[in-house]
Structures are given as structure tokens and as C-alpha cells.
């Protein structure tokens, strides 16, 4: 009897020893959520950990749109000015994201802004410039004061009828971080995730274990164009650009930006901005609110960001294009296509 067992121990052995030792091998798999196209790829063992990835992603896409009927930050929306809503873990740490981008952009980034991109319908082919009086009603109700949040009871409260949550500023960057805590966690030492050019590196390329090259966007230039390549591992490296989503109406462009504080659709001198730190949370929004922000103001808000977060700031100037780089930077930089501007 013991020699049966022990020759089947031998056998189970024999069977689980050849994929303990398996080298990783590359997973690679493209999808749609967030309302962007989506491509992961990770080195594992087997495709388990890219199927976690994607259904964490699912999850945490059905939590926070503000335009699924049935997520959480819809269901707060929904119930503003009625009662506290009893929300998901993530909701409570991506609205608390939310506020502290809020309190280190002076405002800038408002996640309430809801009513006014909704007013403007910026993910919509049709619709017209609100009208004054409706963007001063909208921007009431964006006022951070009518947001409570109680994190002991994960409930989180819109005093106002008519307020509206929009994390969209952030939803990406906060999907992000959780997919690569996760992929982490399962023993992913290799992955790239890109959510909509929102892209994490995770450890370095297994290959050679060199950084990974992510290229910064050329906004004169035709799209995959890189202005500079950054070389980086762990780490999130965010870009918003005036390119990437706007609507015209009776011939005018109007950015998906908005200022706070009017309500308007915002133009300045910003084509883009770029943000890399290991937060993703921190890194979306940043960009969002350097392009809500123009150049001299990003300036000031990048005093008070941590000082492991690096920007890139690109405008045109009278002598063409120029690019401003935070020192921080200096040494991730490299096949860069214009001179650079060191702040």
C-alpha cells in the first residue's frame, strides 16, 4: 500500500514539477472598456493572470462609469440629494483619489464637474454650446461642498439633486494601479498595460530586463509620431492631449476640457501634458488638469506634486514646438526629436 503511494506522489510530482519550472512566456490580448481600446500583455506562466487582469478591469469599469445605469457612481448620481449610497471598496478609494486631486490642483480637477460635461455631451456626435444660464446652474451643482463621503460605512452622499459624479478623469489611471497590485500579487514580474494610451509598466522587459521605451506623443506630427521616448519600469506614464477627444459645433473645436469655475470648453497654449509616477490615480489626473490648467499654471501645481512624479509639458511657442521636461526626468529621456527645456 505505502509503495502505491509513493509512486503516485512520484507521478503527481512528475506532472506539476515541468510547470513550476516553465519559463514565463508572453500573453498578449486586445479589448474595448472605459470606452477606449484596451491591449495587456504580461509574461506568466499561462494566460490565467491576463484573464484576471481583464475581469478586474470589467469590474472596476461597471463601478465607476457614470454612463452604466447601474454602477455605483450612477447609482449615487442617480440618488443625489435623497439618500447616502452603500458603494464598493474601489468607488470609496477612487472618489477619495479623486478629492485629494481636487485639494492638489486648488479645484482644477473637480470630480463633480459632472453636470457640465454632461451639459456639453462631449462623447455625443450632435448637441450645441449650453447656454450661459444652464452653465451657471451646472457649475452650482459642482460646487465640492455637496460631496460627503464616509469611509467607515463606505457610503457616499451628493446633497444636491442634480449633482453627478464624473471620475473620469481618473478611471483609467485608477484601473491601472489595480490591475498591476494584482498582476503583482499573482507573481507577474513582467507586464505592459495599456488602457487608451494609459499606459503601466510593470518590473522591466524580461527578455533583456531593460526598461521599457514609451514614446510621448508628437501632437504635430502624425499619430505614433514620438516627440521623445521615455525609458522606464514600474511606473505609469499618462498623456492628455487637446487630440484626443473634442466635437465640433457650426465649425468651431471644443476640447473635453472645461474650467471649473465657468463651465466653458478650454483653450490654451497646452497641445499635451505628461505625467509619470508609479501612482496611476495621481498621474491621470494631473494630466487632465495640466490641460485645463495652460502652461503658467501647470508650472505652479507641479511645485506641490510628490517629488517622485515627473511632467512633460508640450506647447507651441513663436519658434515652433517646445517641450518641457522636469528634471526628474533628465535621465529616462532619450531619442528625442526637439531640444528640450529642463524645469
Given at each position: 500500500?505505502?509503495?502505491?503511494?509513493?509512486?503516485?506522489?512520484?507521478?503527481?510530482?512528475?506532472?506539476?514539477?515541468?510547470?513550476?519550472?516553465?519559463?514565463?512566456?508572453?500573453?498578449?490580448?486586445?479589448?474595448?472598456?472605459?470606452?477606449?481600446?484596451?491591449?495587456?500583455?504580461?509574461?506568466?506562466?499561462?494566460?490565467?493572470?491576463?484573464?484576471?487582469?481583464?475581469?478586474?478591469?470589467?469590474?472596476?469599469?461597471?463601478?465607476?462609469?457614470?454612463?452604466?445605469?447601474?454602477?455605483?457612481?450612477?447609482?449615487?448620481?442617480?440618488?443625489?440629494?435623497?439618500?447616502?449610497?452603500?458603494?464598493?471598496?474601489?468607488?470609496?478609494?477612487?472618489?477619495?483619489?479623486?478629492?485629494?486631486?481636487?485639494?492638489?490642483?486648488?479645484?482644477?480637477?473637480?470630480?463633480?464637474?459632472?453636470?457640465?460635461?454632461?451639459?456639453?455631451?462631449?462623447?455625443?456626435?450632435?448637441?450645441?454650446?449650453?447656454?450661459?444660464?444652464?452653465?451657471?446652474?451646472?457649475?452650482?451643482?459642482?460646487?465640492?461642498?455637496?460631496?460627503?463621503?464616509?469611509?467607515?460605512?463606505?457610503?457616499?452622499?451628493?446633497?444636491?439633486?442634480?449633482?453627478?459624479?464624473?471620475?473620469?478623469?481618473?478611471?483609467?489611471?485608477?484601473?491601472?494601479?489595480?490591475?498591476?497590485?494584482?498582476?503583482?500579487?499573482?507573481?507577474?514580474?513582467?507586464?505592459?498595460?495599456?488602457?487608451?494610451?494609459?499606459?503601466?509598466?510593470?518590473?522591466?522587459?524580461?527578455?533583456?530586463?531593460?526598461?521599457?521605451?514609451?514614446?510621448?506623443?508628437?501632437?504635430?506630427?502624425?499619430?505614433?509620431?514620438?516627440?521623445?521616448?521615455?525609458?522606464?519600469?514600474?511606473?505609469?506614464?499618462?498623456?492628455?492631449?487637446?487630440?484626443?477627444?473634442?466635437?465640433?459645433?457650426?465649425?468651431?473645436?471644443?476640447?473635453?476640457?472645461?474650467?471649473?469655475?465657468?463651465?466653458?470648453?478650454?483653450?490654451?497654449?497646452?497641445?499635451?501634458?505628461t505625467v509619470v509616477t508609479p501612482d496611476g490615480s495621481?498621474?491621470?489626473?494631473l494630466a487632465t488638469a495640466f490641460m485645463a490648467s495652460?502652461?503658467?499654471?501647470?508650472?505652479?501645481?507641479?511645485?506641490?506634486?510628490?517629488?517622485?512624479?515627473?511632467?512633460?509639458?508640450?506647447?507651441?511657442?513663436?519658434?515652433?514646438?517646445?517641450?518641457?521636461?522636469?528634471?526628474?526626468?533628465?535621465?529616462?529621456?532619450?531619442?528625442?526629436?526637439?531640444?528640450?527645456?529642463?524645469?
Amino acid at each position: 500500500m505505502k509503495r502505491k503511494i509513493f509512486i503516485a506522489l512520484i507521478f503527481i510530482c512528475c506532472g506539476i514539477l515541468p510547470f513550476m519550472i516553465r519559463e514565463p512566456e508572453k500573453f498578449s490580448r486586445d479589448g474595448f472598456s472605459m470606452n477606449t481600446l484596451i491591449r495587456m500583455s504580461v509574461y506568466a506562466r499561462s494566460e490565467k493572470a491576463l484573464d484576471e487582469a481583464y475581469s478586474l478591469l470589467d469590474k472596476l469599469d461597471k463601478e465607476l462609469s457614470m454612463y452604466n445605469p447601474s454602477s455605483d457612481i450612477s447609482k449615487i448620481n442617480s440618488n443625489a440629494g435623497i439618500h447616502t449610497v452603500n458603494v464598493s471598496d474601489e468607488a470609496v478609494d477612487a472618489v477619495k483619489d479623486a478629492i485629494r486631486l481636487y485639494d492638489l490642483t486648488d479645484g482644477v480637477f473637480n470630480p463633480l464637474i459632472g453636470p457640465v460635461t454632461h451639459l456639453w455631451k462631449i462623447n455625443q456626435a450632435d448637441g450645441a454650446v449650453p447656454s450661459r444660464e444652464s452653465l451657471d446652474a451646472a457649475i452650482k451643482l459642482s460646487e465640492i461642498s455637496n460631496l460627503e463621503i464616509d469611509e467607515n460605512k463606505n457610503e457616499i452622499f451628493l446633497k444636491t439633486q442634480g449633482c453627478m459624479l464624473d471620475l473620469g478623469g481618473i478611471a483609467k489611471g485608477f484601473a491601472s494601479d489595480r490591475i498591476a497590485e494584482q498582476l503583482k500579487n499573482s507573481g507577474v514580474k513582467s507586464a505592459l498595460i495599456d488602457l487608451g494610451g494609459n499606459i503601466y509598466t510593470v518590473g522591466r522587459k524580461p527578455e533583456d530586463n531593460s526598461n521599457w521605451n514609451i514614446g510621448v506623443r508628437d501632437p504635430s506630427a502624425p499619430y505614433n509620431s514620438p516627440a521623445l521616448v521615455l525609458s522606464v519600469h514600474d511606473t505609469s506614464v499618462i498623456t492628455s492631449g487637446g487630440y484626443e477627444r473634442f466635437k465640433i459645433i457650426e465649425g468651431k473645436k471644443y476640447s473635453h476640457f472645461f474650467d471649473a469655475k465657468t463651465g466653458e470648453s478650454i483653450t490654451n497654449d497646452l497641445l499635451s501634458a505628461t505625467v509619470v509616477t508609479p501612482d496611476g490615480s495621481l498621474a491621470d489626473g494631473l494630466a487632465t488638469a495640466f490641460m485645463a490648467s495652460g502652461y503658467e499654471k501647470s508650472l505652479e501645481i507641479i511645485k506641490k506634486i510628490p517629488a517622485d512624479t515627473g511632467v512633460i509639458l508640450i506647447r507651441y511657442v513663436e519658434n515652433g514646438l517646445e517641450i518641457s521636461v522636469t528634471e526628474n526626468l533628465r535621465q529616462a529621456v532619450s531619442r528625442e526629436k526637439y531640444k528640450l527645456n529642463f524645469i
